[in-house]
Each structure stands twice: as C-alpha cells, then as structure tokens.
C-alpha cells in the first residue's frame, strides 16, 4: 500500500494507526449509503466511520469538519464552533486545490494548510475511529484521542 500524507504524518508523531484497504464503489454520497458500505467493508460499525466536510465561511475562510458518517452536520452549530455567520460546502472542483484531496478520499489530517478542524464530540464515545487515509479506498483505524491531536482539531457537537 502506498504511503498517503496522512499515514507521513502519523508515522511522524509516533501515532499508532492502522491502514485498511478496501473496494472503493466510487459513491460517496451519505444518502446513498456510503458509511453503512464501508463499515460492512471495514468490519465496523457505521457510527465509527467519520466523514471529513470541507466548507467555507463568510469570509471565505476554509473550515474543516469530522463527524460519524450516519450522521448530517448541523450548520448552525457548524457556524457556532467556528465562530463564523455562515458556512458553505466547499464545491467538489475546489476541494483537491485547496485540500490535496479529493472527494471520498479527504482526510482532517495532512491537507495541504492546517485548516481550523472541528471533530463531533461522539468520537470520543468510540474505542477507534475510521477516517479518509487521502485516498479513495484506504481508511485509517486510530484512537479517537490521537485523531483529534494529528488533526490539532476542537472537539464540539456538530450533528443534527
């Protein structure tokens, strides 16, 4: 398996992860099942397997949120974490420039800046979580604790 920015990074800091590779379906999109596909893939439960959105605000400033994957992200208290008036989905043909990623393969950890990360407080309920290792097809398993220090993330409540 090819090394990703991400699996540099945790190997840098000394953090344990496991990388897993899987059939990538190529759909990505949270109604049409995605989180339920890659737990089955991953043998996990749909609720450990975190999704990375990407938006910006008001000010155009990139904003980095983590939250379980059967879940939908509350704008309001996306806006409320961050501190901002509004945040907007960053549009997919945007998110490899400013990432290094792309859709289905974005990681909260090793984008090409450090972005204010926001991850949902119900990570830390979980013994491990699944995360975009920055590509399609390879999730990374970790300790909640040290996805939240890799991503130098907040951890706050973020979903509907």
Not at 15 to 20: G, N, R, S, T, V
Not at 107 to 126: A, C, E, W
Not at 131 to 146: E, F, I, N, W, Y
């Amino acid at each position: 398996m090819k090394k990703t920015n991400a699996m540099r990074i945790l190997d840098k800091a000394g953090i344990p992860y496991k990388a897993e590779e899987y059939d990538d379906d190529g759909e990505h999109e949270l109604e049409h099942g995605a989180a339920s596909r890659t737990a089955e893939k991953l043998g996990v439960n749909p609720e450990q397997v975190f999704k990375t959105i990407v938006f910006k605000s008001e000010s155009k400033e990139v904003l980095v949120f983590c939250q379980s994957a059967v879940h939908e992200i509350n704008e309001k208290k996306a806006r409320n974490a961050a501190g901002v008036k509004s945040v907007t989905p960053v549009k997919q043909d945007e998110l490899l420039a400013l990432t290094g990623y792309i859709r289905g393969g974005c990681s909260p950890i090793g984008m090409k800046k450090q972005y204010r990360t926001f991850i949902d407080s119900s990570v830390m309920n979980l013994n491990e979580v699944c995360v975009s290792a920055g590509a399609r097809g390879v999730q990374l398993k970790l300790a909640p604790a040290d996805l939240v220090k890799a991503s130098n993330a907040e951890v706050c409540d973020l979903v509907l």
